[in-house]
Protein backbone atom coordinates (compact mmCIF):
# COMPACT_ATOMS: atom_id res chain seq x y z
CA UNK A 1 0.00 0.00 0.00
CA UNK A 2 1.40 3.71 -0.83
CA UNK A 3 -0.05 7.07 0.29
CA UNK A 4 -0.14 9.61 -1.80
CA UNK A 5 0.86 13.24 -0.34
CA UNK A 6 -2.74 14.02 -0.22
CA UNK A 7 -3.81 11.44 1.83
CA UNK A 8 -5.02 8.72 -0.80
CA UNK A 9 -4.27 5.23 -0.25
CA UNK A 10 -3.39 2.70 -3.29
CA UNK A 11 -3.57 -0.94 -2.72
CA UNK A 12 -2.58 -3.52 -5.16
CA UNK A 13 -2.92 -7.02 -5.59
CA UNK A 14 -1.99 -10.02 -7.80
CA UNK A 15 -5.33 -11.89 -9.37
CA UNK A 16 -5.57 -14.87 -11.94
CA UNK A 17 -8.02 -14.68 -14.65
CA UNK A 18 -8.46 -12.20 -17.88
CA UNK A 19 -10.21 -9.35 -15.78
CA UNK A 20 -8.72 -6.12 -13.78
CA UNK A 21 -10.70 -5.46 -10.39
CA UNK A 22 -10.92 -1.83 -9.54
CA UNK A 23 -12.53 0.27 -6.55
CA UNK A 24 -12.81 3.30 -5.22
CA UNK A 25 -13.63 3.29 -1.41
CA UNK A 26 -14.89 6.69 -0.21
CA UNK A 27 -15.86 7.38 3.42
CA UNK A 28 -18.78 8.99 2.93
CA UNK A 29 -22.31 8.25 2.85
CA UNK A 30 -26.01 8.64 4.68
CA UNK A 31 -24.47 8.70 7.49
CA UNK A 32 -22.35 11.97 6.43
CA UNK A 33 -25.69 13.96 5.05
CA UNK A 34 -28.38 16.52 6.78
CA UNK A 35 -31.73 17.01 7.01
CA UNK A 36 -31.55 19.56 4.20
CA UNK A 37 -28.86 17.90 1.94
CA UNK A 38 -30.37 14.21 2.83
CA UNK A 39 -30.11 11.88 -0.64
CA UNK A 40 -26.71 13.87 -1.98
CA UNK A 41 -25.25 10.78 -2.15
CA UNK A 42 -27.81 8.91 -4.19
CA UNK A 43 -27.30 11.99 -6.47
CA UNK A 44 -23.40 11.38 -6.40
CA UNK A 45 -24.42 8.26 -7.52
CA UNK A 46 -26.51 8.96 -10.79
CA UNK A 47 -24.35 12.19 -11.36
CA UNK A 48 -20.63 10.52 -11.65
CA UNK A 49 -21.84 9.72 -14.81
CA UNK A 50 -23.06 12.72 -16.50
CA UNK A 51 -20.16 14.48 -17.20
CA UNK A 52 -16.59 15.69 -15.92
CA UNK A 53 -14.29 18.73 -16.16
CA UNK A 54 -12.48 17.22 -18.84
CA UNK A 55 -14.90 15.08 -20.69
CA UNK A 56 -19.06 15.22 -22.17
CA UNK A 57 -21.75 13.03 -20.90
CA UNK A 58 -21.66 11.05 -24.02
CA UNK A 59 -17.84 10.89 -23.96
CA UNK A 60 -17.48 9.47 -20.55
CA UNK A 61 -19.99 6.69 -21.79
CA UNK A 62 -18.15 6.05 -24.85
CA UNK A 63 -14.70 5.32 -22.94
CA UNK A 64 -16.40 3.29 -20.62
CA UNK A 65 -17.55 1.10 -23.69
CA UNK A 66 -14.22 1.61 -25.75
CA UNK A 67 -12.93 -0.17 -22.21
CA UNK A 68 -15.63 -3.45 -22.06
CA UNK A 69 -15.81 -2.31 -18.85
CA UNK A 70 -18.71 -3.27 -15.86
CA UNK A 71 -19.55 -0.18 -13.61
CA UNK A 72 -21.03 -1.44 -10.37
CA UNK A 73 -21.77 2.00 -8.01
CA UNK A 74 -23.03 1.14 -4.35
CA UNK A 75 -24.18 4.09 -1.71
CA UNK A 76 -23.96 2.64 1.59
CA UNK A 77 -24.35 4.14 4.95
CA UNK A 78 -20.94 5.05 5.64
CA UNK A 79 -19.53 4.18 2.33
CA UNK A 80 -19.65 4.48 -1.48
CA UNK A 81 -17.82 2.02 -3.61
CA UNK A 82 -17.04 2.29 -6.96
CA UNK A 83 -16.17 -0.83 -8.62
CA UNK A 84 -15.01 -1.63 -12.30
CA UNK A 85 -13.94 -4.07 -13.97
CA UNK A 86 -12.19 -4.26 -17.57
CA UNK A 87 -10.18 -6.93 -19.23
CA UNK A 88 -6.49 -7.32 -18.29
CA UNK A 89 -4.86 -5.27 -20.55
CA UNK A 90 -7.10 -2.05 -20.17
CA UNK A 91 -6.40 -2.13 -15.75
CA UNK A 92 -4.65 1.53 -15.99
CA UNK A 93 -7.00 3.05 -18.60
CA UNK A 94 -9.58 1.66 -16.15
CA UNK A 95 -8.06 3.23 -13.18
CA UNK A 96 -7.43 6.83 -14.73
CA UNK A 97 -11.42 6.75 -15.82
CA UNK A 98 -13.09 5.26 -12.83
CA UNK A 99 -10.81 7.80 -10.70
CA UNK A 100 -11.66 10.91 -13.38
CA UNK A 101 -15.48 10.40 -12.83
CA UNK A 102 -15.16 9.81 -8.88
CA UNK A 103 -13.36 13.46 -8.55
CA UNK A 104 -14.18 15.61 -11.10
CA UNK A 105 -17.73 15.51 -12.47
CA UNK A 106 -19.25 18.11 -12.57
CA UNK A 107 -22.90 17.71 -11.29
CA UNK A 108 -25.33 20.81 -13.02
CA UNK A 109 -28.15 21.64 -11.76
CA UNK A 110 -29.52 20.38 -15.73
CA UNK A 111 -28.43 17.03 -14.80
CA UNK A 112 -29.64 16.54 -11.54
CA UNK A 113 -33.14 18.20 -12.35
CA UNK A 114 -32.96 15.17 -14.92
CA UNK A 115 -32.11 12.54 -12.17
CA UNK A 116 -34.54 13.31 -9.62
CA UNK A 117 -37.45 11.71 -11.07
CA UNK A 118 -35.37 8.32 -11.20
CA UNK A 119 -33.69 8.70 -7.84
CA UNK A 120 -37.43 9.37 -6.17
CA UNK A 121 -38.53 6.40 -8.49
CA UNK A 122 -35.69 4.72 -6.97
CA UNK A 123 -36.43 5.05 -2.80
CA UNK A 124 -40.08 3.99 -3.44
CA UNK A 125 -39.08 1.16 -5.01
CA UNK A 126 -36.75 0.43 -2.04
CA UNK A 127 -39.89 0.91 0.11
CA UNK A 128 -41.40 -2.23 -1.66
CA UNK A 129 -38.52 -4.32 -0.81
CA UNK A 130 -39.85 -6.07 2.75
CA UNK A 131 -36.37 -6.64 3.59
CA UNK A 132 -34.61 -2.89 3.01
CA UNK A 133 -37.33 -1.60 4.49
CA UNK A 134 -37.32 -3.62 7.60
CA UNK A 135 -33.40 -2.65 7.76
CA UNK A 136 -34.44 1.16 7.42
CA UNK A 137 -37.04 0.39 10.55
CA UNK A 138 -34.27 -1.19 12.32
CA UNK A 139 -31.15 1.21 11.95
CA UNK A 140 -34.02 4.20 12.83
CA UNK A 141 -35.02 2.00 15.55
CA UNK A 142 -31.07 1.40 17.20
CA UNK A 143 -29.63 4.87 16.56
CA UNK A 144 -32.95 7.34 16.69
CA UNK A 145 -30.92 10.22 17.87
CA UNK A 146 -27.90 9.50 14.68
CA UNK A 147 -28.21 10.40 11.21
CA UNK A 148 -26.50 7.00 10.89
CA UNK A 149 -30.87 5.75 11.88
CA UNK A 150 -31.88 7.81 8.44
CA UNK A 151 -32.89 6.03 5.35
CA UNK A 152 -30.70 4.92 3.17
CA UNK A 153 -31.93 6.46 -0.04
CA UNK A 154 -31.87 9.68 1.83
CA UNK A 155 -35.40 11.07 3.10
CA UNK A 156 -37.80 11.01 0.34
CA UNK A 157 -39.72 14.15 0.93
CA UNK A 158 -36.78 15.95 0.39
CA UNK A 159 -35.41 14.31 -2.59
CA UNK A 160 -37.02 16.62 -5.04
CA UNK A 161 -35.52 19.99 -2.77
CA UNK A 162 -31.48 18.81 -2.97
CA UNK A 163 -29.86 21.34 -5.21
CA UNK A 164 -26.87 20.84 -7.14
CA UNK A 165 -24.99 23.13 -5.00
CA UNK A 166 -25.48 20.84 -1.75
CA UNK A 167 -24.55 17.93 -3.60
CA UNK A 168 -21.48 19.74 -4.61
CA UNK A 169 -20.77 21.07 -1.57
CA UNK A 170 -21.36 17.27 -0.21
CA UNK A 171 -18.29 16.26 -2.75
CA UNK A 172 -15.87 18.79 -1.85
CA UNK A 173 -16.20 17.92 2.19
CA UNK A 174 -16.32 13.92 1.70
CA UNK A 175 -14.20 12.99 -1.16
CA UNK A 176 -10.89 13.98 -0.06
CA UNK A 177 -7.55 12.14 0.09
CA UNK A 178 -7.78 10.73 3.72
CA UNK A 179 -11.28 9.24 3.11
CA UNK A 180 -10.05 7.83 -0.10
CA UNK A 181 -8.86 4.57 -1.10
CA UNK A 182 -8.12 2.47 -4.72
CA UNK A 183 -7.84 -0.96 -4.42
CA UNK A 184 -6.72 -2.77 -7.67
CA UNK A 185 -6.25 -6.43 -8.23
CA UNK A 186 -4.75 -8.05 -11.46
CA UNK A 187 -3.64 -6.44 -14.28
CA UNK A 188 -0.12 -6.46 -16.37
CA UNK A 189 1.08 -3.34 -14.59
CA UNK A 190 3.82 -2.48 -12.10
CA UNK A 191 2.62 -0.61 -8.78
CA UNK A 192 4.97 2.39 -9.53
CA UNK A 193 2.56 2.50 -13.28
CA UNK A 194 -0.55 2.17 -10.70
CA UNK A 195 0.73 4.74 -7.96
CA UNK A 196 1.48 7.80 -10.87
CA UNK A 197 -2.20 7.01 -12.46
CA UNK A 198 -3.67 7.57 -9.08
CA UNK A 199 -1.52 10.30 -8.80
CA UNK A 200 -2.54 12.31 -11.81
CA UNK A 201 -6.23 11.55 -11.28
CA UNK A 202 -6.98 11.99 -7.78
CA UNK A 203 -3.74 14.37 -6.94
CA UNK A 204 -5.96 17.44 -6.85
CA UNK A 205 -8.07 16.19 -4.15
CA UNK A 206 -8.24 18.12 -0.78
CA UNK A 207 -6.31 16.03 2.03
CA UNK A 208 -8.72 16.93 4.29
CA UNK A 209 -12.50 18.36 4.72
CA UNK A 210 -15.25 18.88 7.01
CA UNK A 211 -17.60 15.87 7.71
CA UNK A 212 -21.10 15.99 9.28
CA UNK A 213 -22.15 13.38 12.16
CA UNK A 214 -18.77 12.21 12.98
CA UNK A 215 -19.21 11.59 15.89
CA UNK A 216 -20.59 8.40 17.94
CA UNK A 217 -23.69 6.81 17.02
CA UNK A 218 -25.14 5.92 20.13
CA UNK A 219 -27.29 2.50 20.43
CA UNK A 220 -31.20 3.45 21.34
CA UNK A 221 -32.45 -0.01 22.47
CA UNK A 222 -36.46 0.10 21.51
CA UNK A 223 -39.41 -1.23 19.64
CA UNK A 224 -41.52 -0.31 16.87
CA UNK A 225 -44.14 -1.76 15.66
CA UNK A 226 -45.71 -0.79 11.82
CA UNK A 227 -49.48 -1.65 11.32
CA UNK A 228 -50.39 -2.78 7.85
CA UNK A 229 -52.98 -4.94 7.48
CA UNK A 230 -53.16 -5.43 3.75
CA UNK A 231 -49.56 -7.27 4.06
CA UNK A 232 -49.91 -10.63 3.69
CA UNK A 233 -46.83 -11.72 6.31
CA UNK A 234 -45.01 -10.23 8.60
CA UNK A 235 -41.05 -8.85 8.40
CA UNK A 236 -39.00 -8.66 11.83
CA UNK A 237 -35.84 -7.13 12.75
CA UNK A 238 -34.23 -8.01 15.77
CA UNK A 239 -30.34 -6.69 16.31
CA UNK A 240 -28.19 -6.02 19.36
CA UNK A 241 -25.29 -3.73 19.60
CA UNK A 242 -22.30 -5.39 19.11
CA UNK A 243 -18.52 -4.77 18.34
CA UNK A 244 -16.98 -3.01 15.00
CA UNK A 245 -14.23 -3.68 12.67
CA UNK A 246 -11.39 -2.81 15.06
CA UNK A 247 -12.67 -5.14 18.14
CA UNK A 248 -10.90 -8.36 18.42
CA UNK A 249 -13.83 -10.03 18.22
CA UNK A 250 -14.63 -9.09 14.77
CA UNK A 251 -13.55 -12.34 13.24
CA UNK A 252 -15.63 -14.27 15.70
CA UNK A 253 -18.86 -12.72 15.06
CA UNK A 254 -18.29 -13.05 11.52
CA UNK A 255 -18.18 -17.00 12.71
CA UNK A 256 -21.42 -16.32 14.22
CA UNK A 257 -23.07 -15.03 11.45
CA UNK A 258 -22.44 -18.52 9.75
CA UNK A 259 -23.13 -20.15 12.36
CA UNK A 260 -26.77 -18.46 12.38
CA UNK A 261 -27.09 -18.72 8.74
CA UNK A 262 -29.89 -18.10 6.80
CA UNK A 263 -32.99 -20.54 5.81
CA UNK A 264 -35.49 -20.31 3.62
CA UNK A 265 -38.59 -22.72 3.84
CA UNK A 266 -38.32 -23.88 0.33
CA UNK A 267 -34.41 -24.25 -0.17
CA UNK A 268 -33.53 -26.01 3.73
CA UNK A 269 -36.55 -28.36 4.33
CA UNK A 270 -37.39 -30.13 1.21
CA UNK A 271 -37.61 -34.02 2.00
CA UNK A 272 -36.54 -33.45 5.65
CA UNK A 273 -40.20 -31.06 5.75
CA UNK A 274 -41.18 -33.00 8.23
CA UNK A 275 -37.94 -33.77 10.43
CA UNK A 276 -36.79 -29.81 11.38
CA UNK A 277 -34.38 -32.33 14.04
CA UNK A 278 -32.14 -32.90 10.78
CA UNK A 279 -31.98 -29.51 9.17
CA UNK A 280 -28.53 -27.59 8.92
CA UNK A 281 -28.04 -26.04 11.99
CA UNK A 282 -29.74 -24.78 15.55
CA UNK A 283 -31.62 -21.78 14.32
CA UNK A 284 -33.20 -23.69 10.60
CA UNK A 285 -34.14 -26.54 12.63
CA UNK A 286 -36.05 -24.25 15.21
CA UNK A 287 -37.46 -22.89 12.02
CA UNK A 288 -38.54 -25.81 10.38
CA UNK A 289 -41.03 -26.86 13.45
CA UNK A 290 -43.07 -23.83 12.20
CA UNK A 291 -43.96 -24.18 8.60
CA UNK A 292 -45.21 -20.60 8.20
CA UNK A 293 -41.48 -18.78 8.53
CA UNK A 294 -40.36 -18.58 5.35
CA UNK A 295 -37.26 -16.72 5.55
CA UNK A 296 -34.44 -15.70 7.97
CA UNK A 297 -31.56 -13.66 7.64
CA UNK A 298 -28.45 -13.17 9.64
CA UNK A 299 -26.73 -9.58 9.35
CA UNK A 300 -23.53 -8.52 11.46
CA UNK A 301 -23.52 -5.09 9.96
CA UNK A 302 -20.16 -3.34 10.64
CA UNK A 303 -19.33 0.71 10.86
CA UNK A 304 -17.06 3.05 12.23
CA UNK A 305 -17.50 3.13 15.50
CA UNK A 306 -20.78 0.97 16.24
CA UNK A 307 -21.92 -2.56 14.99
CA UNK A 308 -25.52 -4.39 14.85
CA UNK A 309 -25.86 -8.01 15.12
CA UNK A 310 -28.87 -9.53 14.43
CA UNK A 311 -31.56 -11.51 12.07
CA UNK A 312 -34.22 -10.95 9.97
CA UNK A 313 -37.19 -13.02 9.66
CA UNK A 314 -40.62 -12.98 7.64
CA UNK A 315 -43.51 -15.75 8.12
CA UNK A 316 -47.57 -15.73 8.67
CA UNK A 317 -48.81 -13.29 11.74
CA UNK A 318 -49.85 -16.79 13.15
CA UNK A 319 -46.21 -16.87 14.53
CA UNK A 320 -45.98 -13.67 15.14
CA UNK A 321 -44.07 -14.51 18.73
CA UNK A 322 -41.82 -16.86 17.21
CA UNK A 323 -40.56 -14.46 14.71
CA UNK A 324 -40.05 -11.76 17.36
CA UNK A 325 -38.33 -14.12 19.86
CA UNK A 326 -36.68 -16.85 18.73
CA UNK A 327 -33.60 -15.41 16.85
CA UNK A 328 -32.31 -13.85 20.17
CA UNK A 329 -33.46 -16.64 22.07
CA UNK A 330 -31.22 -19.05 19.61
CA UNK A 331 -28.70 -16.49 19.97
CA UNK A 332 -28.28 -16.24 23.41
CA UNK A 333 -28.48 -19.61 23.75
CA UNK A 334 -24.95 -20.09 22.41
CA UNK A 335 -23.69 -18.39 25.37
CA UNK A 336 -24.03 -22.25 27.43
CA UNK A 337 -23.00 -24.24 24.39
CA UNK A 338 -21.97 -24.23 21.17
CA UNK A 339 -22.16 -27.19 19.12
CA UNK A 340 -18.58 -28.22 17.86
CA UNK A 341 -19.77 -29.53 14.41
CA UNK A 342 -22.18 -26.15 13.68
CA UNK A 343 -18.53 -24.35 14.56
CA UNK A 344 -16.64 -26.73 12.24
CA UNK A 345 -19.57 -26.01 9.31
CA UNK A 346 -19.37 -22.39 9.70
CA UNK A 347 -15.41 -22.22 9.71
CA UNK A 348 -15.98 -24.70 6.31
CA UNK A 349 -18.14 -22.34 5.01
CA UNK A 350 -16.17 -19.13 5.43
CA UNK A 351 -12.40 -20.75 4.01
CA UNK A 352 -14.98 -22.03 1.05
CA UNK A 353 -16.05 -18.14 0.51
CA UNK A 354 -12.33 -17.14 1.09
CA UNK A 355 -10.97 -19.49 -1.85
CA UNK A 356 -14.00 -17.88 -4.09
CA UNK A 357 -12.50 -14.27 -3.29
CA UNK A 358 -9.00 -14.59 -3.95
CA UNK A 359 -9.93 -16.57 -6.95
CA UNK A 360 -12.28 -13.40 -8.59
CA UNK A 361 -10.11 -9.86 -9.01
CA UNK A 362 -13.45 -7.50 -8.95
CA UNK A 363 -14.38 -9.51 -5.18
CA UNK A 364 -10.52 -9.15 -4.28
CA UNK A 365 -10.63 -5.68 -5.21
CA UNK A 366 -13.62 -4.67 -3.31
CA UNK A 367 -11.88 -6.64 -0.18
CA UNK A 368 -9.03 -5.23 0.29
CA UNK A 369 -10.42 -0.98 -0.66
CA UNK A 370 -12.78 -2.02 2.62
CA UNK A 371 -9.70 -3.36 4.65
CA UNK A 372 -7.74 -0.49 3.31
CA UNK A 373 -10.40 1.96 4.69
CA UNK A 374 -11.27 0.79 7.97
CA UNK A 375 -7.98 -0.75 9.12
CA UNK A 376 -5.58 1.19 6.98
CA UNK A 377 -3.96 -2.49 6.20
CA UNK A 378 -4.51 -5.32 4.23
CA UNK A 379 -6.14 -8.35 5.94
CA UNK A 380 -4.87 -11.31 3.72
CA UNK A 381 -6.83 -14.33 3.24
CA UNK A 382 -4.22 -16.37 5.20
CA UNK A 383 -4.62 -14.13 7.95
CA UNK A 384 -8.00 -14.43 8.20
CA UNK A 385 -8.15 -18.18 7.63
CA UNK A 386 -6.07 -18.55 10.70
CA UNK A 387 -7.98 -16.35 13.01
CA UNK A 388 -10.95 -18.51 12.37
CA UNK A 389 -8.97 -21.41 12.77
CA UNK A 390 -7.96 -20.20 16.22
CA UNK A 391 -11.60 -19.92 17.05
CA UNK A 392 -12.64 -22.96 19.45
CA UNK A 393 -16.45 -23.38 20.97
CA UNK A 394 -15.07 -21.71 24.63
CA UNK A 395 -14.01 -18.60 22.70
CA UNK A 396 -17.16 -17.83 21.20
CA UNK A 397 -19.54 -18.42 24.29
CA UNK A 398 -17.47 -16.25 26.21
CA UNK A 399 -18.15 -13.57 23.25
CA UNK A 400 -21.87 -14.46 23.34
CA UNK A 401 -22.35 -14.08 26.62
CA UNK A 402 -20.41 -11.10 26.71
CA UNK A 403 -21.92 -8.79 23.81
CA UNK A 404 -25.41 -10.43 23.39
CA UNK A 405 -26.37 -12.13 26.83
CA UNK A 406 -28.96 -10.46 29.17
CA UNK A 407 -28.67 -7.57 27.10
CA UNK A 408 -30.69 -4.46 25.74
CA UNK A 409 -32.13 -4.89 21.83
CA UNK A 410 -34.14 -3.73 19.11
CA UNK A 411 -36.97 -4.95 17.90
CA UNK A 412 -38.82 -3.73 14.58
CA UNK A 413 -41.99 -5.58 13.23
CA UNK A 414 -43.99 -4.75 10.32
CA UNK A 415 -47.29 -6.13 9.16
CA UNK A 416 -50.29 -7.03 10.24
CA UNK A 417 -49.55 -6.92 13.87
CA UNK A 418 -52.62 -5.59 15.23
CA UNK A 419 -52.72 -8.80 17.67
CA UNK A 420 -49.54 -8.25 19.18
CA UNK A 421 -49.63 -4.50 19.60
CA UNK A 422 -50.27 -5.26 23.52
CA UNK A 423 -46.50 -6.14 23.69
CA UNK A 424 -44.97 -3.22 21.40
CA UNK A 425 -43.59 -1.56 24.27
CA UNK A 426 -39.90 -2.03 25.52
CA UNK A 427 -40.19 -3.62 28.52
CA UNK A 428 -38.04 -5.92 30.57
CA UNK A 429 -39.69 -8.71 28.70
CA UNK A 430 -38.00 -7.60 25.55
CA UNK A 431 -34.88 -7.87 27.53
CA UNK A 432 -35.38 -11.21 29.01
CA UNK A 433 -35.66 -12.50 25.66
CA UNK A 434 -31.47 -12.41 25.40
CA UNK A 435 -31.64 -14.82 27.83
CA UNK A 436 -31.42 -18.02 26.01
CA UNK A 437 -34.20 -20.49 26.45
CA UNK A 438 -34.41 -19.56 29.92
CA UNK A 439 -36.11 -15.74 28.88
CA UNK A 440 -38.67 -18.50 26.39
CA UNK A 441 -40.57 -19.79 29.12
CA UNK A 442 -42.55 -16.61 29.52
CA UNK A 443 -44.04 -16.51 26.02
CA UNK A 444 -46.87 -19.54 26.17
CA UNK A 445 -46.92 -19.38 22.37
CA UNK A 446 -43.42 -20.61 21.95
Same mark, same amino acid.
Not at 169 to 181: C, E, I, L, S
Not at 187 to 216: I, M, P, R
Not at 228 to 241: H, L, P, Q
Not at 325 to 343: D, G, I, K, R
Given at each position: ?8 ? &? ?9 ? +? ?56 ? &? ?10 ? +? ?6 ? =? ?8 ? *? !? ?29 ? =? ?10 ? #? ?12 ? &? ?34 ? +? ?7 ? =? ?45 ? $? #? ?46 ? %????? %? ?9 ? *?? #? ?63 ? $? ?18 ? #???? +?????? %? ?11 ? !? ?12
Amino acid at each position: MVTLSNGVR &VASEAAAGGLV +GISVAVHAGTRHEGLENSGASQYIKKLVLRGTKSQTREEVEQKLEALGGKLDIRVERE &VTMFNLSVPKNQ +GLAGVAWL =CDVVANSTMA *Q !SQMEAEKQAVFLESLNLARDQYAQTMDSAHA =CSFRDHFLGQPL #MGIRDNLHNVTADQ &VQAFHKQNYVGTRTVVSVAGGDHSQAELVDTVDKAL +GSLAKEGSS =CNAHQAEFTPSTMFIRDDEMNNINCGVFFKAPSYDSPEYFQLRLLQK $I #MGEFQADQFTGKWLNSPDKQYSIMHSQLGLFPDITLHKCDYITYQDTA %LFGSY %LMGNEVFAAQL *QY #MSQFVLTEYASHVPNVELIRAKKQSYTALRRQAAAAPATAQAVARQVLYHNRRVSPNEEASRLAA $IDTETLQRTVSRVFYDKDLT #MTVW +GPVGHC %LGGSIYRREVQRS !SLGWLGASQYSAM
